[in-house]
């Protein structure tokens, strides 16, 4: 049973976030609201700038959300239909759709254990006369190999489009997340590391002329209005997400500290409860493996254990009852979705995968979680596997 008087451990605690930065806000929101400019505008090319700066590259343009972000790169580069994008079916949805609303073929590389990032050594393979984009998805806040995976594009000229929806500052060596590829594509959906209080999303590139034709895409394909040279969508990020954005931004580094400081306490804890699985990638009974750092800067957009199959439910009946947040992410590979049935993929092909689907969970994960919070979290799964 709870404690006494014990309060919830939510998921994510965004109003604990607010608290500590409520009068910025409200002044941003002030100075918008009292600007009536909503659409566009200072606030939106200030972030830009701004954000540019941070990632590390010379240009940076804002849309209306992450989803956007990687529709709009793939119609930017002019593509055939039935040209094919190798991506990972382990991710959310939108990496997918944005190759099929243009008319692309995704094609599946499975997913490496202990990072459920794509798995480089079944890339090459993939690769036919039809691919054109590698798009690897830096799944949930860690880089995929983009050594190896720049070295296979390089070789075979294919275009590189970072998914970097969950890994804003996520960094290996000198390279940020969405800094590598020809593009980057971010989400600042309320949830993420650096969220805003909607939805929004943003293209980074280091090609002016690339930046340029995306500046135009996100503006119904327009650079003078009412004058149209191609046919793009309206995805603007606005200027109060904007502004609620910059506000945020200097904070990012050490929320994201915070995030990896927590992140270290729950291996510890772990250890403590003796349920620690210290190495491997098939869970043990009564084990709980932690995620695997591989990269020099995790930005733990969630912190994700893995448990064997059958004790996943057990576990998540013990977090309920004391009011515990936690989420699966994801129950089903994209490979199994109904609509991309017509792929021709069938369960067993990608078997990293559909074991992920079914072994992992995802625990709070913030930088104002408590040591008392996190302990709470894990004495509750701990006595569920005894």
């Known amino acids: 049973m709870n404690a006494p008087n014990a309060q919830p451990v939510p998921l994510l605690d965004l109003k604990a976030q607010h608290a500590t930065i409520a009068e910025d806000i409200r002044a941003a929101y002030d100075r918008v609201i009292e600007a009536q400019a909503f659409i566009m505008g200072h606030e939106v090319e200030a972030f830009e700038k701004e954000i540019a700066q941070w990632i590390g590259v010379p240009h940076a343009i804002g849309c209306a959300s992450g989803s956007d972000a990687l529709l709009l790169a793939l119609m930017a580069l002019d593509l055939e239909p039935g040209d094919e994008v190798i991506t990972t079916p382990y991710t959310f949805f939108a990496t997918v759709s944005s190759i099929t609303r243009n008319g692309l073929k995704p094609v599946f590389c499975d997913i490496e254990p202990r990072t459920y990032n794509m798995d480089v050594s079944k890339l090459e393979s993939l690769i036919t006369d039809r691919t054109r984009v590698i798009m690897p998805v830096h799944l949930y806040g860690q880089l995929a190999n983009m050594d190896e995976i720049m070295k296979i594009a390089e070789r075979h000229r294919l275009i590189v489009i970072e998914d970097a929806c969950q890994a804003i500052g996520a960094a290996h060596g000198k390279r940020r997340a969405?800094?590598?590829?020809?593009?980057?594509?971010?989400?600042?959906?309320?949830?993420?590391?650096?969220?805003?209080?909607?939805?929004?999303?943003?293209?980074?590139?280091?090609?002016?002329?690339?930046?340029?034709?995306?500046?135009?895409?996100?503006?119904?394909?327009?650079?003078?209005?009412?004058?149209?040279?191609?046919?793009?969508?309206?995805?603007?990020?606005?200027?109060?997400?904007?502004?609620?954005?910059?506000?945020?931004?200097?904070?990012?580094?050490?929320?994201?500290?915070?995030?990896?400081?927590?992140?270290?306490?729950?291996?510890?804890?772990?250890?403590?409860?003796?349920?620690?699985?210290?190495?491997?990638?098939?869970?043990?009974?009564?084990?709980?493996?932690?995620?695997?750092?591989?990269?020099?800067?995790?930005?733990?957009?969630?912190?994700?254990?893995?448990?064997?199959?059958?004790?996943?439910?057990?576990?998540?009946?013990?977090?309920?009852?004391?009011?515990?947040?936690?989420?699966?992410?994801?129950?089903?590979?994209l490979h199994m979705q109904e609509c991309f049935a017509y792929l021709g993929y069938r369960e067993g092909d990608m078997p990293q995968s559909e074991r992920a689907s079914r072994e992992t969970l995802a625990l709070p994960i913030y930088a104002e979680l408590t040591d008392d919070q996190q302990k709470r979290v894990v004495d509750a799964i701990a006595s569920s596997l005894k």
């Not at 090609?207 to 149209?228: C, V």
């Not at 603007?236 to 609620?244: E, G, T």
């Not at 400081?261 to 291996?267: D, G, T």
């Not at 043990?284 to 750092?293: D, F, R, S």
């Open 178 to 333: 969405g800094a590598i590829g020809l593009v980057g594509c971010f989400s600042f959906f309320p949830s993420k590391n650096l969220g805003g209080h909607g939805d929004g999303g943003l293209m980074t590139t280091a090609d002016p002329l690339l930046a340029n034709k995306l500046r135009s895409l996100r503006l119904h394909g327009s650079t003078e209005r009412y004058f149209h040279k191609v046919v793009g969508i309206n995805s603007r990020l606005d200027a109060l997400q904007a502004a609620v954005l910059r506000v945020k931004l200097p904070h990012l580094k050490g929320w994201t500290d915070g995030r990896r400081a927590r992140a270290q306490r729950y291996q510890e804890l772990f250890a403590e409860a003796g349920v620690l699985q210290q190495d491997g990638t098939s869970p043990e009974a009564g084990k709980v493996i932690t995620p695997t750092v591989v990269t020099d800067r995790h930005i733990f957009h969630q912190y994700v254990i893995r448990v064997q199959d059958s004790a996943r439910d057990k576990i998540m009946a013990a977090l309920k009852e004391k009011q515990i947040g936690h989420a699966i992410y994801y129950p089903l590979s």
